[in-house]
Nanobody, 123 residues
């Protein structure tokens, strides 16, 4: 089992920044591909970004290209999502997820999920 706990969400104005963190425990963190998903009110959960086991390769949705950056610190068992130039359409609950692989942007491929952290971007 892998336990994931997100933090760092909040209310921010359009154009602002937030940094989300996801702390993992329970298994060897570096064995897992990590990802962030988000779910806006009334919409399905969608892929945001993912990062491979050693942090050398990242994957991202077109909607966040150039604005969001995923990173990880395997020594701290933590994955981050730096969000810049936030827009109201970025509002939603952000979830951290883990999979042993292969990489996928489909939530069905991820075995472990955090409880989510709310991000609200005001216009």
């Amino acid at each position: 089992q892998v336990q994931l706990v997100e933090s760092g969400g909040g209310l921010v104005q359009s154009g602002g920044s937030l940094r989300l963190s996801c702390a993992a425990s329970g298994r060897t963190f570096s064995d897992y591909i990590m990802a962030w998903f988000r779910q806006a009110p009334g919409k399905e959960r969608e892929f945001v970004e993912a990062i491979n086991r050693n942090g050398g390769i990242t994957y991202y949705a077109d909607s966040v290209k150039g604005r969001f950056t995923i990173s990880r610190d395997n020594a701290k068992n933590t994955v981050y999502l730096q969000m810049n130039s936030l827009k109201p359409e970025d509002t939603g609950v952000y979830y951290c997820a883990a999979t042993k692989g292969p990489y996928s942007d489909s939530e069905s491929m991820y075995n472990y999920w955090g409880q989510g952290t709310q991000v609200t971007v005001s216009s």
